[in-house]
């Protein structure tokens, strides 16, 4: 009998693959339905009646017994459970921890410059190509000026972009002005883009009496009402269930607007991802997530952060479309978000993109990454992969852009650069005052006390405060 | 059972609806209607005025269609949509951080976490994100338009994670707003107020009163102004400040310490940060003593802020130190809730040791 019985399942497989059987053929089902009687149930006389079913051919057997055959191609009978219906099988199977290949990166450019053949791809005109290699140009410019800067003591601290230039433009000339961006802190790329000037973010930095932000947070912490680009925060991926509710709300207006907002590898690991890309989904917000997987969380590779293919593979978890691109693409990037920005609008629903990149700088100026990894791999990727190369080949392969353009270009972005910092070392900070409005909307009874308090001890002993400041 | 209540089976009155406390209202509401509701049932009031007055308000949070584990939110779904009032996916963290979006375009979100005891995950979004909104962006941006609700303090029966008081937490947290009403006709107009008012607003309700406390509640759209403390009782030998379903107790304690000759003073707080110091500094300045008393354990609990701030400011009226009566500094514990809570007798002893000090 057990040996019988053992081999019965071979023979199933075998009468079901040669003889074609499969919608006659019988397996044990053991659900409990009311239709079923005992010997049924049992293993032996199902066997026995798809024997006899197979010699007579008989649909009606498959009736009477209501049994399934049950493959991974077929469903035939289902299960209802909160959620909808779902086939079973019972092949105990186990899904995977990974998929026998990684999901492609999206690119339309080679790394000479060259639009891959038959690649998909929005096309960009002369003028938004030309534009776009001007900003990452200036990007760059800025990013080692400002650098330069921190390492002179002149301002206290910054981060630099280098190496994800393409990702900062490329998406937000994707964009419309009207989108919301809620970036992380590697993107004033975005705020470039949209008119921010190198003064305003000269002012920011040395936290000046034009600071927007009044002068009470660390450098590179920029945000602009104006541009629709919401002030950074030091708190990683707590951005992302607030344009979840940005989304929302956009939709709510029926506005032509998503919300779009960004976070590198190590961010995904906070709960605020989960959190973000559920909420997005279930509430159906027109929000774009892109996530830059430049490889490092400061000291932190990607192989301590996660174990999953990247980030793309997440997406579909929260029933989120995605998209894997090379970062270092302009072209690819500039196509994926502003088809992910389209769906998202029109469709009303979240897209996650993940952008293949490389954090060719420290984390920031508090950081040495020699410490942590290779010379070699940073050199490599600098003047290798080198997004800004890359976007640059094809661009004055098009005779859109010389030399003579690029001299003038920097110099000029040095120019106003240094002019800029020259001239927000200069102005004061903001007044005193400001240290104790906006805390709420209007001056509290307390704070009012305080600032009374404060004002008297400082001009009684200004040698104990620093210059700059009108009380 | 009762005694393991430690409180009143049969339905409260609240604490100064006798005592002809002074209701503040935005009109006049002699001839106005009012109604015998109990505390969900005011607040239920409460977010159908803000949604009606408001068409880009939106209430939402684990449960809150079908009305709520506490029906705080029933009937608003099926008036104002799915739309507008909705459940959430379970996490704390993305209620308010989608709160915080919503808010920052300019809506109203009333959110709802299902118990305070549960608000912890969303402690970053509060304290680092919903607080510093508005002032790390120069007031580019903020998010005054966020109130979020929880049900807090003793039930009875709720144990370590249905029973936490977690005010003191978030009063520490500059730029947010911590309001706790003490009955019906209270906690409609200060949900109003909160709702409305232009900073995000954290605002706990005493559960034990979802359906103890019951009180003739205005139908009108009234607020009442957040950060005025409320003399409820006068009295001149002992101010006793509190909050929430605490003043209950205490005025009990405050009844029966006047049967032996001692006149007390109760303010409700309403308003925990920012408190009115003014009103508590007159009262001691009065009677010279005060008493705090809340069901928060007694370290680092708001008792020991009102203390050290009353005493820079009446040491020299002061006749006995500052009393505090609360929480013992365990987590909250199920069969000994009797011995942990607050009570009026242990109320009643401070209010006489300090009294006879």
Redo the contacts between chains.
């Keep these: 009998m057990a040996i019988w019985f053992a081999r019965s399942r071979n023979i199933v497989s075998s009468l079901r693959h040669n003889l074609n059987l499969s919608g006659i053929l019988s397996k044990r089902d053991y659900s409990p339905r009311p239709a079923f009687t005992n010997s049924q149930l049992s293993s032996r006389s199902v066997f026995l009646d798809s024997i006899t079913s197979l010699r007579h051919e008989s649909t009606a057997v498959e009736k009477q017994h209501d049994l399934v055959q049950q493959s991974d191609e077929e469903d035939v009978q289902e299960l209802d459970f909160p959620g909808g219906k779902l086939g079973y099988t019972s092949e105990m199977k186990f899904i995977p921890e990974s998929s026998p290949k990684r999901v492609p990166c999206y690119r339309v450019l080679d790394e000479d410059g060259r639009i891959i053949s038959d690649s998909d791809f929005i096309p960009v005109s002369e003028q938004l190509a030309v534009r776009m290699y001007e900003q990452m140009a200036t990007l760059q410019v800025m990013d080692h000026i400002f650098y330069e800067a921190q390492r002179q003591g002149r301002i206290s601290f910054f981060i630099t972009t280098v190496g994800e230039e393409a990702v900062n433009i490329a998406s937000a000339a994707a964009l419309s002005p009207d989108d919301?961006v809620?970036p992380q802190y590697r993107e004033p790329g975005v705020l470039l883009w949209r008119g921010f000037t190198l003064q305003e973010f000269a002012n920011q930095c040395f936290g000046n009496k034009a600071?927007?932000?009044?002068g009470?947070?660390m450098p590179v912490?920029y945000?602009?009402?104006r541009y629709n680009y919401?002030?950074v925060?030091s708190?990683i991926a707590?951005q992302?269930?607030?344009?979840?509710?940005?989304?929302?709300?956009?939709k709510?207006e029926k506005k032509n607007a998503c919300?779009v907002t960004f976070i590198g590898d190590g961010g995904t690991s906070e709960?605020?991802f989960?959190?973000?890309l559920?909420?997005a989904a279930?509430?159906e917000a027109p929000v774009v997530f892109i996530c830059r997987n430049n490889g490092w969380a400061i000291s932190t590779h990607i192989s301590e952060q996660f174990r999953s293919d990247g980030i793309v593979v997440k997406g579909q978890a929260y029933g989120i479309r995605s998209i894997r691109v090379d970062g270092n693409d302009a072209l690819a990037v500039y196509s994926a978000v502003r088809s992910a920005r389209e769906m998202a609008v029109t469709e009303q629903r979240p897209v996650l993109i993940e952008a293949m990149t490389y954090r060719v700088g420290h984390h920031s100026t508090s950081d040495d990454s020699t410490k942590y990894r290779a010379a070699d791999e940073i050199q490599y990727w600098k003047m290798s992969r080198n997004p800004v190369n890359r976007f640059k080949k094809w661009v004055e392969d098009n005779g859109w852009w010389s030399e003579e353009d690029e001299s003038k270009l920097r110099s000029n972005a040095r120019k106003q650069l240094l002019q800029a910092i020259q001239a927000s070392e200069k102005w004061d900070k903001p007044p005193l005052t400001e240290l104790f409005?906006?805390?709420?909307?209007v001056k509290?009874?307390?704070l009012e006390e305080q600032e009374l308090g404060l004002r008297e001890l400082v001009e009684k002993q200004p040698q104990d405060y620093p210059p700059g400041f009108h009380i | 059972m009762a005694s393991l209540l430690g409180r009143f089976c049969r339905k409260l009155v609240v604490p100064g609806s006798a005592h002809g406390s002074r209701m503040v209202s935005t009109t006049s509401c002699d001839s106005e209607a009012v109604k015998s509701l109990n505390l969900y049932s005011a607040i239920n009031q409460a977010l159908h005025i803000a949604l009606e007055t408001d068409p880009r308000s939106y209430v939402f949070g684990e449960d809150v269609g079908f009305g709520g584990v506490f029906r705080c939110t029933t009937g608003l779904a099926e008036r104002f949509g799915k739309n507008r009032v909705f459940n959430t996916p379970l996490c704390e963290q993305g209620i308010v951080g989608f709160g915080i979006g919503l808010a920052a375009m300019g809506n109203r979100a009333v959110v709802e976490i299902q118990f305070a005891d549960y608000i912890y995950p969303a402690f970053d979004q509060i304290v680092n994100e919903a607080a510093k909104f508005r002032y790390r962006s120069g007031n580019q941006f903020n998010c005054g338009g966020l109130t979020i609700r929880a049900p807090y303090g003793a039930v009875g029966h709720g144990g370590h994670y249905h029973s936490q008081s977690p005010e003191a937490f978030f009063c520490h947290v500059p730029g947010i707003k911590v309001v706790i009403p003490r009955s019906p006709r209270e906690a409609k107009g200060l949900l109003l107020s909160s709702i409305r008012d232009p900073n995000p607003v954290v605002f706990f309700e005493p559960k034990w009163l979802y359906r103890q406390a019951v009180e003739e509640v205005p139908e009108h759209d009234y607020m009442i102004p957040l950060s005025q403390a409320e003399v409820i009782r006068e009295g001149s030998d002992i101010t006793l400040v509190g909050w929430g379903a605490q003043l209950t107790v205490m005025e009990q304690a405050c009844l029966d310490a006047e049967k032996e000759g001692i006149s007390c003073e109760l303010i409700d707080l309403k308003t925990l940060l920012p408190w009115d110091k003014e009103t508590v500094e007159a009262s001691v300045k009065k009677t010279g003593r005060l008493l705090i008393s809340h069901e928060a354990p007694i370290t680092g609990g708001f008792g020991a802020e009102i203390s050290a701030t009353i005493l820079e400011r009446c040491f020299l009226k002061l006749e006995a130190p500052v009393s505090r009566v609360c929480g013992l500094d365990t987590p909250f514990p199920l069969v000994f809730e009797p011995f942990y809570m607050p009570t009026k007798n242990k109320i009643l002893n401070a209010i006489k040791s300090t009294v006879n000090y």
């Design positions: 919301v809620l600071d927007h932000g009044k009470r947070q912490h945000g602009s009402n919401f002030t925060s708190p707590t992302l269930p607030q344009a979840a509710g940005v989304g929302y709300s956009l709510m919300a709960g605020d989960h959190a973000g559920n909420f279930v509430m409005s906006d805390v709420y909307d509290t009874k307390n």
